[in-house]
């Protein structure tokens, strides 16, 4: 298994929700979790899940929320 970290401006529980819904259809992803404290979503899955796929599937959450999505650096 693997996973990424994600700093990801979550402003409550329902966008947090919003975002991993749509993580979770993307090939390859087994589980999301996130911290509406911390600022931060991981991104777990098996060897088919593509950091690329997930990065432009949080970043366009983002952009389409207003809020700031980037990966943990």
């Known amino acids: 298994m693997k996973g990424f970290k ?3 401006q979550l ?3 329902a966008c947090a929700n919003t975002l991993k ?6 090939n390859g992803v087994t589980r999301v979790d996130f911290s509406v404290e ?9 060897e088919s899940m593509k950091y690329l796929q ?6 366009s959450w983002g952009e389409a929320a ?7 650096k």
């Open 6 to 8: 994600f700093k990801v």
């Open 11 to 13: 402003g409550c529980q």
């Open 21 to 26: 819904a749509k993580l979770v259809k993307l």
């Open 38 to 46: 911390q600022q931060e979503i991981k991104v777990l899955g098996n």
């Open 54 to 59: 997930v990065l432009q599937k949080v970043q």
């Open 66 to 72: 207003q809020r700031q999505a980037e990966p943990f």
